[in-house]
């Protein structure tokens, strides 16, 4: 993407924004608190890769978009601003009508999206049919065309199988063919490729990134994976234990990352350049989100933390466009 | 060092695995009433040659499928051949008897993606690592404590853990319960299955220093069974890359991704998601693994490579030394 065009996209009116959103779980153990103050915004036609190691929230965050937390869990604040509405306090037939219309999820397995008892077919045209009006004929021509755009091939016999006479890679097709179907404002994908070989990820990456630029579709590509997200997305946002603790431009995040997480992450990639020699790794785990310590969450295994981590970080943008949650950042190697 | 120059420790000619897959109800019906019997055969290893050198890191990598890791558990000695030797330093190992045989199957020691499953949940991690140097004699049972507490201090586990059961432990955690478990019966080779895989990011970076420290102080030989191209591009010296149940290429891991040979891998590296600090436009190879079940007549690839001629579809092309200590399987090199 060119500079001005980049411009273009960060000053737009965002898609999504969502402000300070706190989404906890209430088990018999405590108060888990999945998503903890979570900001962040995407314009129409942007991919924001949404970055993080299991457990961290990431795809609680997704879900909590589309309000589709478990019984356990609430979101207990915040605002999820989105088409001029707040989706945390809308009732939920509206929120259902939005599903699958104006936002549209992909999960990791396509077998949570996919009917295993009914035909491509039929899902993919009752798809259609709960938000628009139109002839089966019509929606079914639609849904053909659909997957002939994410690079099915002979489209006509696999609208007539089922799901599991389908490949994986196929499937995931399917599942992205379904999301796309009513043109949707905002897609969230969550960890879409995780199960898949290689060449069909890149394959599925492909078709993603086709998608959203042909149909300015605002994308949240969730991932625990830095090189794919890094390859795919404009900006990136890392989180940890339940807060953004890093984000910016991709470029920026990746070549000069701000926060010692993001480092250490970067690090952990094992890189051409240095084989067979030790990872910097970060060491220790990822805290409970149960009984979080007080102070910056990264704290325990930070190198670079000191007497004034003990009390918590506020974002802060130590830099234009780039936003940190860190007292000590990196920023000897940032400046412009 | 060359692969040449170190003594053979594992030595594969000709290894084949068929798996028959039984017929199900309608089939037999279908058998009984007169019509076609039996099952259909999946080739998974077919006529895989290959050497190991004591000390070298090899790697094995492919798309699921192609049948790497049920080459792998012939390798470990985990799975029955069909056809084909497995030779161990020198000697077959299906002929030796006694106390040789009970060596060569201790001394390489397998390590497994899951470690959920690969685990007893209802034994203790005491018993889990200590088992097996008991029942084979290697240490007496006055003395399993210590070994244990010993090995599991080895793979960066707290000893004041043994008596925990593997649920109370992370999944990092018990990647290393896995290592120290295989460790235990002190093994000259490790066959690792997609043994980081299922961990995260900077967890997966702490177990490959485990492997690299753990290779110098055991002095130890690995075959690493993965799919993800960057760990094994780390961490390996040599690579060998399968698509459908035979080897296509072998070559150091340099000379590998420097000048892939054969188009398949030329793809698979291309297709590797690198960290890059611009959006890179993917432009994927064509279509899917087809299903070993019936696997395309000729060179398996042929259906999706580019570079196809008559004759990839009728003559499976033979693995050819194309340059010292590098092999390719396609047609292209003998024009």
Redesign the interface.
């Known amino acids: 993407?060119t500079a001005a065009v980049e411009a273009e996209v960060v000053n737009r009116a965002p898609t999504l924004e969502v402000v300070d959103l706190k989404t906890h779980f209430f088990t018999k153990a405590g108060v888990v608190r999945a998503v903890d103050g979570v900001s962040l915004r995407v314009a129409p036609g942007e991919v924001l890769g949404l970055v993080g190691?299991?457990g961290c929230g990431k795809s609680v965050t997704g879900y909590s978009i589309l309000g589709l937390i478990d019984p356990s869990g609430r979101i207990v604040s915040g605002r999820i601003a989105f088409a001029g509405r707040d989706l945390v306090r809308l009732p939920e037939d509206e929120l259902r009508a939005l599903r699958g219309s104006r936002i549209a999820m992909i999960f990791q397995d396509p077998m949570m999206t996919l009917n295993p008892v009914l035909r491509v077919d039929t899902q993919m045209v009752e798809a259609i049919l709960a938000h628009r009006r139109m002839p089966h004929g019509e929606a079914w021509a639609l849904a053909r065309d659909a997957l002939a755009q994410v690079g099915i091939p002979s489209p006509e016999r696999r609208l007539k199988s089922y799901p599991h006479e389908l490949?994986g890679?196929?499937r995931q097709r399917v599942a992205i063919a379904t999301a796309f179907i009513n043109k949707p404002d905002l897609v969230i994908a969550d960890e879409p490729t995780t199960a898949l070989?290689?060449?069909?990820?890149?394959?599925i990456?492909?078709e993603a990134?086709e998608l959203c630029r042909r149909t300015g579709t605002a994308m949240i590509w969730i991932s625990?994976?830095?090189?794919?997200v890094?390859?795919?997305?404009?900006r990136i946002a890392v989180m940890y234990a339940g807060v953004i603790v890093e984000e910016g431009r991709?470029?920026d995040v990746?070549?000069a990352p701000l926060h010692p997480y993001t480092r250490?992450?970067?690090?952990?990639?094992?890189?051409?350049n240095?084989?067979?020699t030790?990872?910097?790794?970060?060491?220790g785990?990822?805290p409970s989100l149960i009984n979080l310590a007080p102070g910056c969450r990264f704290r325990a295994r930070c190198p670079r933390a000191d007497a004034e981590c003990t009390s918590e970080p506020a974002i802060s943008e130590p830099l234009a466009h780039r936003q940190v949650r860190c007292w000590r950042p990196h920023l000897e190697g940032a400046m412009p | 060092m060359t692969a040449a120059a170190r003594a053979p420790i594992i030595e594969a000619r000709g290894l084949t695995k068929r798996f028959l897959k039984a017929p199900d109800l309608a089939e037999r019906a279908s058998a009984w009433l007169g019509g076609k019997a039996g099952g259909e055969v999946v080739r998974a290893v077919d006529g895989v040659s290959l050497t190991i050198g004591k000390g070298e890191v090899v790697g094995l990598a492919g798309e699921s499928g192609c049948g790497k890791s049920t080459l792998g558990r012939m390798i470990a000695g985990l799975l029955e051949p069909s056809e084909g030797v497995l030779l161990y330093k020198g000697q077959d190992r299906a002929t030796l008897t006694g106390s040789q045989a009970k060596a060569a199957r201790l001394a390489v020691q397998m390590i497994f993606q899951d470690p959920y499953s690969s685990l007893n949940p209802r034994l203790r991690v005491e018993a889990a690592v200590g088992e097996a140097p008991l029942v084979h004699g290697l240490v007496s049972r006055a003395d399993v404590a210590r070994y244990v507490a010993d090995i599991l201090k080895r793979v960066g586990l707290d000893p004041e853990l043994r008596r925990r059961f593997p649920h109370q432990f992370s999944g990092g955690q018990r990647s290393r319960i896995g290592i120290a478990r295989a460790l235990a019966v002190k093994p000259e080779f490790l066959v690792c299955d997609e043994a980081i895989a299922a961990l995260d990011v900077s967890i997966q970076a702490q177990i490959i220093n485990l492997f690299l420290d753990l290779r110098e102080a055991y002095d130890l030989t690995y075959l690493f069974i993965s799919h993800d191209l960057g760990v094994v591009q780390h961490i390996c010296d040599r690579i060998l890359i399968m698509y459908l149940g035979r080897i296509v290429e072998a070559a150091p891991t340099r000379a590998l991704f420097e000048s892939p040979n054969h188009p398949y891998t030329r793809a698979l590296l291309a297709e590797v998601p690198r960290i890059s600090l611009t959006k890179r436009t993917f432009h994927p190879i064509k279509g899917e693994i087809p299903s070993p079940l019936d696997p395309p007549p000729g060179c398996h690839f042929h259906p999706r490579c580019q570079h196809a001629m008559p004759r990839c579809r009728t003559e499976a092309p033979a693995l050819r030394t194309i340059a010292p200590g590098r092999t390719s399987a396609c047609h292209l090199n003998d024009a």
């Open positions: 993407m190691e299991s490949s890679g196929m070989d290689v060449t069909i990820q890149a394959q990456l492909h990134q625990h994976d830095l090189a794919v890094s390859s795919l997305a404009d991709a470029s990746i070549g250490g992450l970067l690090g952990s990639v094992p890189s051409a240095a084989r067979g030790r990872l910097a790794q970060i060491p785990m990822t």
